[in-house]
């Protein structure tokens, strides 16, 4: 192992990340795992560490002519609503109450349903994003989200969207002087969202199956959707023309027959898009049935959703 | 003692040195450590031994191969300082010697069966080279076709690899003219109960350290069962008994987990310590502590009842199958018991039972709370719904009707001498969790329901085990300023002898708990007083312990130093006959009722416990907190068993969930907290009336889940764990 470095600022951080190309360590929450050593040994890495978790420009929550923005090292903690989190974040001035209020539910509820409440106070949306797994609950909500992901380095930044940014499992296109600032999207006064975590257990489990939905409602009707799969595949899968299906729905036509055969269409067009796989920890079987149940539960959640503000 | 009555909780004394990390587990003892403390914070610590400085790491070289022949073996170079120990170094016997059996070799020396089998230890100073020698070794076998499972086993997939047939033992018992009952029948049901492996997943994992002291050898670390451990190493060192000292250090959870392994581990670590005369010291890493210890047996029990016209049994077919893994090790005694346990608490007049112990290519299986009570109880309990709704009535009124009283016969044709409450333990059922009500107002197949389940559980070694084999003794030690201490070999690993026995001699005594002394097994010290297993280490141990007590306090001489020991004899009346297997099982049995309410959602096939009831007969608790800590975490074991602990095998044999990331033990959110009560049934021969409980809590959680899960779905549920995906299939089977 290398030499293990802490800068005091991004500035800085940009500078080593540069010129030593060492391994960026937020949380720590998948590295440790992944770089684990036999009994009665330490962590095995075979490169240097960049600590970047306590970086102030990567660990503010900014809000900003409607977008969000979401630092990288924004301890899943505060995302996830915890009291305690957000009170640090706050007295830190890391974030505002306004910015944290325009935390989307998508988000909150997926950086919630992540490990157990000791993991979120160190696991991090870099993090999640980093490491590229199709299971990401932070990734997929993030997909969802439509957002773009901020890469910084030492002569400026680029943005790419979440999804473009990752290959593959451990997979991105994270060059090697660069570093994930953070996270930008819009967020719309009337939005609607869904967010359901199939995982193994009620707390420190991986996700078998997820999907994460973010709508704009304008007038009653559905003017943009995202239907964003977890585990489903190598990488997120977003059904894009399963969405599009979709677009312009009111609430009638949940129940016209024209509204129920272009459903129908949709979740076939989501069906051909997601190709799970069998493993350890469930079946390609279970994934596919499952993600196609919660794509309908979406739908009879976005059916009352419509309802409800039509209803106003 | 200040209080009246036994049962009233008292602050565990290794309570808070648990809880705040002061206690010393075997991770944690420094190197050179010999400051002659024995307690520290209420735990015991174990003296200094083996603890030097020359301390060796040691790892195991397992076979990467699941079956074949060994034709060649090849050995990297060896710095100084480093030592390979095979087969070729063991001075005694290349044999593991179990209760019941002596198969598993201590290296694999002319064959491997299973991948994962103990061929050879590296020991030396630096982890890192040692783990770089394990890199290197390498064996060829001569392969053959890999047995994975007891359908494979039964068929004799590339030739038996136990015997001739792979039936490593049988249990076969019989009563009655079943043929000519089914004959007559009018109602005959029948199905096919499958229960997976599980795994114990104790906090602590496995970890031991060895010594040699001029001709004696040494083990210490976290064990259930120190002569146990003492009887290995003798037998694979050649030594006398009095030549291996065996120490219990502070012990993180067990299960049954560590009642076999530490020999498994101990013996070869031990050869290692002979050889190089030097300390080794193994902690497991997890994921190989997953991949290659002891599991519960899998089991296939099939059932066929027959019925008369008014709905009364006449006999029961039953077909046990367990899989023993590579090599039988406690196979026949969890047979023994899966089969003595089979017909529940039900009075069947006739019936036919044939139970085999199978041989397969995976990790020998072993012991675990239950101990095969679990599995042919899950059977048993399930076919009883199967039953129910083949005669078109509810499932409890049937087995109302079937309920064993005092005086009946066992299943070995032994009686029940005790009063059998089972009668209360439903009324306490039905008040706390309103049973009846809700079964009758669920639809079937609402996606809500609620599950019963019955329970006994022998306690105690099977049939004349205590008197034959075990021969329980232990002492009592006064000094001459009157302090007392406890010498016997339980061990506390959670389950809480060290509160309980010493509640049992301050109240013979009239002393306070804290006052008597009780420390951590050391073979050199204490008497042999048995393994800390089967349910038997409160009724049979403790019993001794209050008799002891008793002893010394009608011989108390002031200022004296004194010894009282006792020696187990069987409670009057029962008898045993080990050949035929007939006669008194058990001394005496535990009795208990679960119930589980549960919620199916139709959209990911997830289920949610939303109750859990436990009432039990645990004949008189000697500390309530104690067993109702035994209570709730027998719960959760069995649900966790019943509903996500899925552990597979792939293609050669391995596990293929060996992280805590991908076998799913439960959290505190998965289950609510089990409404629990007990209810007083004193045995005679236990202390205070207590019999033994640390087991039956969780021999039926799981058949009260997928009785439960059956209403919910509407369709019967025959296999655990009854994960979303099999819940799946089983929807889809029978659309």
Aim: charged share 25%; glycine share 10%.
């Amino acid at each position: 192992m290398g030499m293990s470095v802490r800068p005091v600022d991004l500035a800085e951080a940009l500078i080593l990340r540069d010129e030593s190309g060492a391994l960026p360590f937020a949380g720590g929450t998948d590295l440790m795992v992944r770089h684990r050593a036999k009994n009665g040994m330490g962590p095995s890495f075979q490169k240097s560490l960049l600590f970047v978790d306590h970086l102030p420009e990567l660990r503010r929550v900014k809000w900003d002519h409607g977008e969000l923005e979401i630092g990288a090292a924004v301890p899943m903690a505060v995302l996830a609503d915890d009291p305690r989190a957000r009170k640090d974040a706050l007295r830190r001035e890391e974030a505002s109450e306004e910015a944290l209020s325009k935390i989307p539910s998508l988000l909150r509820d997926a950086a919630f349903d992540l490990g157990a409440p000791a993991l979120r106070t160190r696991a991090t949306p870099g993090g999640n994003v980093a490491n590229a797994s199709p299971a990401g609950d932070v990734l997929t909500a993030l997909v969802a989200l439509d957002a773009r992901v901020i890469l910084a380095h030492r002569n400026g930044e680029r943005e790419l969207p979440v999804l473009d940014f990752t290959l593959g499992p451990g997979k991105t296109q994270l060059a090697q002087n660069e570093l994930i600032r953070a996270f930008r999207f819009p967020v719309p006064e009337t939005r609607w969202c869904y967010w359901r975590k199939v995982g193994t257990r009620r707390a420190n489990a991986l996700t078998k199956v997820s999907l994460g939905a973010f709508g704009t409602i304008q007038n009653g009707t559905l003017e943009s959707l995202s239907l964003a799969f977890g585990a489903v595949g190598p990488r997120i899968v977003l059904a894009d023309d399963a969405a599009k299906m979709l677009l312009g729905f009111s609430e009638k036509d949940f129940e016209s027959s024209d509204g129920k055969t272009r459903m129908a269409q949709a979740q076939k067009l989501a069906a051909q898009v997601i190709s799970p796989i069998d493993d350890q920890r469930s079946t390609a079987h279970y994934r596919k049935t499952v993600a196609l149940n919660l794509f309908e539960e979406a739908l009879r959640a976005l059916a009352k959703n419509l309802k409800e503000n039509t209803d106003d | 003692m200040k209080s009246k009555n036994i049962s009233e909780t008292i602050p565990r004394p290794d309570g808070m040195a648990k809880a705040t990390g002061r206690a010393l587990y075997i991770a944690d003892l420094p190197q050179g450590d010999a400051d002659g403390r024995t307690q520290d914070g209420g735990v015991p610590v174990g003296p200094s031994v083996g603890l030097g400085t020359n301390q060796l790491v040691g790892r195991f070289y397992r076979s990467p191969h699941p079956r074949g022949r060994i034709t060649a073996r090849r050995y990297p170079q060896v710095p100084d300082g480093y030592t390979i120990v095979d087969a070729t170094h063991v001075p005694g016997k290349n044999q593991i010697p179990m209760a019941a059996s002596r198969d598993l070799p201590c290296f694999a020396d002319e064959e491997v069966r299973y991948i994962g089998q103990i061929v050879a230890i590296v020991v030396g100073p630096d982890p890192q080279v040692v783990d770089e020698l394990v890199d290197g070794i390498e064996i060829d076998v001569e392969a053959r076709p890999v047995c994975l499972n007891m359908e494979e086993s039964i068929a004799l997939k590339g030739g038996a690899i136990h015997g001739t047939d792979n039936v490593f033992c049988r249990v076969d018992l019989d009563r009655g003219d079943v043929d000519a009952a089914f004959a007559h029948a009018a109602t005959v049901a029948e199905g096919v109960y499958d229960t997976g492996f599980q795994e114990q997943f104790y906090m602590e994992g496995q970890g031991l350290i060895t010594w040699r002291d001029g001709d004696r050898v040494g083990v210490r670390g976290s064990m259930q069962c120190p002569y146990y451990v003492n009887h290995a190493v003798t037998h694979v060192l050649g030594l006398p008994h009095d030549g291996v000292r065996v120490i219990q250090d502070t012990v993180g959870g067990a299960f049954g987990g560590k009642e076999d392994y530490p020999e498994i581990m101990g013996a070869p670590m031990a050869v290692a310590s002979w050889v190089t005369g030097q300390p080794v010291k193994m902690l497991m890493d997890r994921v190989e502590d997953m991949a290659f210890t002891s599991k519960r047996h899998p089991s296939r029990c099939t059932y066929r009842s027959a019925w008369d016209a008014q709905g009364h049994l006449l006999a029961m077919d039953v077909l046990i199958d367990i899989d023993g893994g590579a090599y039988e090790s406690y196979t026949k005694i969890v047979l023994m018991r899966a089969v003595f346990t089979c017909l529940g608490v039900y009075n069947v007049p006739a019936f036919r039972i044939r139970g085999r112990g199978l041989a397969t290519n995976t990790v020998p299986s072993g012991a675990f709370r239950g101990f095969g009570a679990p599995q042919s109880l899950f059977g048993l309990e399930m076919h009883m719904e199967e039953a129910a709704r083949t005669l078109g009535v509810e499932s409890l009124e049937l087995k109302k009707k079937l309920f064993l009283q005092k005086g009946d016969s066992t299943i070995t044709e032994g009686t029940f001498r005790d009063t059998i409450i089972l009668d209360e333990l439903v009324a306490e059922a039905e008040r706390l969790s309103q049973y009846s009500q809700k079964r009758a107002q669920y639809p079937t197949g609402g996606m809500r329901g609620i599950g019963m389940s019955f329970i006994i559980h022998g306690c105690g070694f099977t049939g004349d085990g205590e008197q034959k084999i075990i021969k329980g003794e232990v002492a009592l030690e006064k000094d001459e300023a009157g302090h007392v201490e406890i010498l016997c070999a339980a061990v506390d690993f959670g389950q809480g002898p060290q509160t309980t026995f010493r509640k049992v001699v301050a109240a013979v005594l009239g002393k306070e708990p804290e006052e008597i002394g009780f420390r951590y097994p050391d073979t050199d010290r204490v008497p042999d007083s048995g393994p800390t297993v089967a349910s038997r280490t409160m009724m049979v141990v403790g019993y001794l312990i209050q008799k002891a007590a008793e002893d010394l306090r009608d011989h108390w001489k002031e200022g004296e130093f004194q010894r009282v020991e006792q020696k187990y004899s069987m409670p009057p009346g029962m008898a045993w006959d080990q050949e035929k297997l007939l006669g008194d099982c058990y001394a005496t049995y535990g009795w208990g009722i679960n119930v589980c309410e549960v919620e199916t959602d139709p959209v990911t096939w997830e289920t949610k416990v939303v109750g859990a009831w436990g009432i039990y007969d645990v004949g008189k608790a000697v500390d309530q907190r104690v067993v109702d800590g035994q209570i709730q975490g027998g719960m959760s074991q069995s649900l966790g068993y019943g509903a996500m602990e899925k552990l597979e095998i792939d293609h050669s044999g391995r596990f293929r969930q060996i992280t805590m990331s991908d076998y799913m033990v439960p959290t505190s959110l998965d289950f609510p907290r089990t409404e629990a009560s007990t209810v007083d049934n004193p045995y005679p021969y236990g202390p205070f009336g207590a019999k033994g409980m640390g087991e039956m809590v969780h021999d039926a959680g799981h058949a009260a889940y997928a009785a439960a899960v059956e209403q919910a779905v509407g369709k019967p549920c025959p296999c655990i764990p009854l994960v979303p995906e099999t819940l799946l299939n089983i929807m889809e089977e029978h659309r």
